[in-house]
């Protein structure tokens, strides 16, 4: 699929992996909020990709696929906004426009509840959970990835791959972005 194509929901994602998985692919989750795209992103998108197809050639199947779960707009401002300044800059609409485009995925979709709990667990777990990919990835430039490797696996029996990445400059996150251009614009 190209371009606007590979947008869909969240039920279409489940049923888009599921099909993938029966064909023989590796399926590679990577979540986030990819609020103002910088290289940071795309490096680690690439990163992700060539890991699905190295797994999919080390297990013997027939190919490898990247996902992406697009953080909402109320999961963002709930994450990233600050008193007077709400987040995201641009709609989770915009957002998926703008990683359509990029060819390394292969599908993606609005990922939502990202914060929301249930019985004291967080609905993520149970949403990555029914859509069942081979592995979640992510990279340490993202926060506090031990813990959530070790929840991810414990409470949703899914894989996780962390990687650092080197040619990532850690000053460039969406946030410090929009903090440098309000600083600019002051």
Request: proline letters at 3%; hydrophobic letters at 40%; charged letters at 30%.
């Amino acid at each position: 699929m190209r371009g606007r194509k590979k947008i869909g929901t969240y039920e279409e994602a489940q049923a888009y992996i599921t099909c993938m998985q029966l064909l023989g692919f590796v399926c590679v989750l990577v979540t986030g909020g990819f609020d103002v795209l910088h290289g940071g992103h795309t490096i680690t998108l690439e990163e992700a990709k060539e890991f699905a197809e190295r797994l999919a050639k080390e297990q013997g199947k027939r190919g490898g696929f990247l996902v992406v779960g697009l953080e909402s707009d109320e999961t963002l401002n709930l994450n990233k906004g600050k008193k007077g300044e709400p987040r995201p800059i641009f709609s989770v609409r915009e957002r998926l426009w703008v990683l359509s485009a990029i060819e390394y995925i292969d599908f993606l979709f609005p990922f939502k509840d990202v914060v929301s709990y249930a019985d004291g667990k967080p609905i993520y777990l149970e949403r990555l959970g029914l859509l069942h990919p081979n592995v979640v990835f992510g990279t340490v430039t993202e926060g506090n990835w031990e813990e959530k490797k070790r929840f991810i696996e414990e409470e949703a029996g899914i894989r996780v791959e962390v990687v650092e990445i080197k040619d990532i400059d850690k000053n460039h996150s969406s946030t410090s972005i929009v903090e440098h251009i309000r600083r600019w614009s002051e």
